[in-house]
């Protein structure tokens, strides 16, 4: 069964950074997109960031200048790295292959003022 297993979350404080990562468990995942999600308590989940096959990335708004989405298609890894964290990046951060429908358990990642 093929699955994604995130990692990396945890308490930081404001301006501090993380690295995400998302370990996949087969190579298929290396033909498509990659996205990382982010829930927060009482708000919709968000697209924060993706990343094709080839390598090309995109971010929404409020993370972009601040996180890179990478991928290493050797070891099957997607990670999100984060600068200037702020409070309102506190969600449950989420790996995701969309076109296979298939997710990560998430990890929590929490930003102290």
């Known amino acids: 069964q093929v699955q994604l297993v995130e990692s990396g979350g945890g308490l930081v404080q404001a301006g501090g950074s993380l690295r995400l990562s998302c370990a996949a468990s087969a190579s298929i995942f290396n033909s498509y997109s990659m996205a990382w999600y982010r829930q927060a308590p009482g708000k919709q989940r968000e697209l924060v960031a993706t990343i094709t096959s080839g390598g090309r990335t995109d971010y929404v708004d409020s993370v972009k200048g601040r996180f890179t989405i990478s991928r290493d298609k050797v070891k099957n890894i997607v990670y999100l790295q984060m600068y200037s964290l702020k409070p309102d990046d506190t969600a449950v951060y989420y790996c995701?292959?969309?076109?296979?429908?298939?997710w990560g358990q998430g990890t929590q990642v929490t930003v102290s003022s």
């Open positions: 995701a292959a969309p076109i296979l429908s298939t």
